[in-house]
């Protein structure tokens, strides 16, 4: 490029909206209304760093955090792919009670994440098997009730409970389960 600078200015603008659009995003993920506070960097960041000791289901860690009142990892157990252990346990509860303190007199937090974080998401496996019922049955059944129920994906639909669980084990391995590619 002949003229470096007006690159430069361009990327850097595009970092500072990222990251802008980044913390909003996660705040509002979080309950928050901002990530402004002393500390709160190092709140995302030590929760980034718990997501990475064990294989986790980020839509249903932040569903159930809303409904979390106590330190106690009870309500978040659903995001685990297997059973913690007793490190990552005492871990994950330090941090719910850092965050508890954090959220102290947020007003109507489960209400505003629950608005920002959808209980039903167009999961790989889910599309798998309704692509396997048109193909094997001709059945277009499994994917119309999908597109129902994603039709409002905020919402409780205590009927559907099923379609809001973490991948299943067999869905671990299969083809078009584990991940779906951008020409999928």
Not at 129 to 147: F, G, N
């Amino acid at each position: 490029m002949p003229e470096q600078k007006p690159l430069e200015e361009a990327l850097t603008l595009y970092a500072n909206t990222f990251n802008e659009g980044w913390q909003k995003a996660l705040a509002a993920k979080l309950g928050l209304p901002a990530l402004d506070r002393e500390g709160d960097d190092a709140l995302v960041k030590d929760m980034l760093a718990l997501f990475e000791r064990a294989e986790t289901d980020f839509t249903l860690f932040f569903r159930n955090l809303a409904n979390v009142s106590s330190p106690r990892l009870g309500p978040l157990t659903p995001m685990f792919y297997s059973d913690p252990d007793a490190a990552l346990t005492k871990d994950w509860e330090a941090w719910l009670g850092r965050y508890l303190e954090r959220v102290k007199g947020v007003e109507h937090r489960k209400a505003r994440m629950d608005r920002v974080n959808p209980k039903y998401v167009f999961r790989n496996y889910l599309a798998q098997l309704a692509i396997d019922a048109i193909e094997q049955r001709a059945d277009t059944s499994v994917l119309e009730r999908l597109m129902r129920v994603l039709a409002r994906p905020y919402d409780e639909q205590p009927e559907q409970e099923e379609l809001a669980a973490r991948r299943p084990e067999w869905a671990r391995h299969r083809a078009g389960c584990s991940a779906l590619s951008c020409s999928s």
